[in-house]
């Protein structure tokens, strides 16, 4: 059974996402954890039994850490309260994605920022629909460089399933049960190195953009 730190009072909470403006991670990572029942919660009205409670969880914890990073305490709402329509809204995208294709499940995994500081994922950069000039533009630009940091940032096994999970490279996409049973290993692992893998797409978009 999963247990999650108790959520903070709200002066610790200030304290903390002041520390965190002042560009102290530490902060943020407490602000993350803290706010992780909060998921859990969320989650609960979601459940599904053809669903993967890992996976809601996985979801719902991308929302949090959005609204941590985007947070705006100028705006009179409490962080909780921006941070529940977070992961409302990312659990939403999931299930929407989900009716297109089991491939979707870790493609609304960050992997970059816009121009406007938004998350950027993986399904927005190899999927573009109903957007303006600028926005395709930059998106096909993240689309450019995915090809050199797949080959230069990830190891052979993790480039291995991330070019086979989504088709790159001119193969075909590929479900997580399907590259576990070509490999010969499990599904659980093959999630876990396709979440390293893409967490470290992310990192190395984000040093690109700095």
């Known amino acids: 059974m999963l247990t999650f730190p108790k959520p903070l009072d709200a002066k610790e909470e200030d ?8 560009g102290k991670e530490e902060a943020r990572g407490l602000l993350i954890e803290h706010n992780l029942r909060l998921v859990a919660h969320i989650v609960k009205k979601y459940l599904q039994p053809d669903k993967d ?5 996985s979801i719902g914890c991308v929302g949090l850490i959005k609204a941590v990073d985007s947070f705006d305490e100028t705006k009179g709402i409490r962080l909780g309260t921006y941070a ?5 809204n990312e659990l939403l995208m999931f299930f929407r994605a989900g009716k297109k294709s089991a491939r979707e499940v870790y493609l609304n995994d960050p992997i970059g920022t816009d121009k406007e500081g938004n998350a950027i994922c993986l399904l927005e950069i190899l999927e573009t629909e109903d957007e303006d000039y600028s926005e395709a533009t930059e998106k096909k630009e993240k689309l450019r460089l995915l090809p050199d940091m797949i080959a230069s940032v990830l190891e052979e096994r993790e480039r291995e399933i991330i070019l086979l999970r989504y088709g790159l490279g001119g193969r075909r996409e590929q479900t997580q049960r399907e590259v576990a049973e070509l490999l010969g290993i499990s599904r659980s692992y093959v999630s876990r190195i396709e979440k390293k893998a893409l967490r470290k797409l992310y990192e190395e978009f984000a040093r690109h953009e700095s």
């Open 53 to 57: 409670n890992e996976d809601l969880i």
């Open 84 to 88: 529940a329509r977070c992961i409302e």
């Open 15 to 22: 304290r903390l996402i002041a520390e965190f403006r002042q």
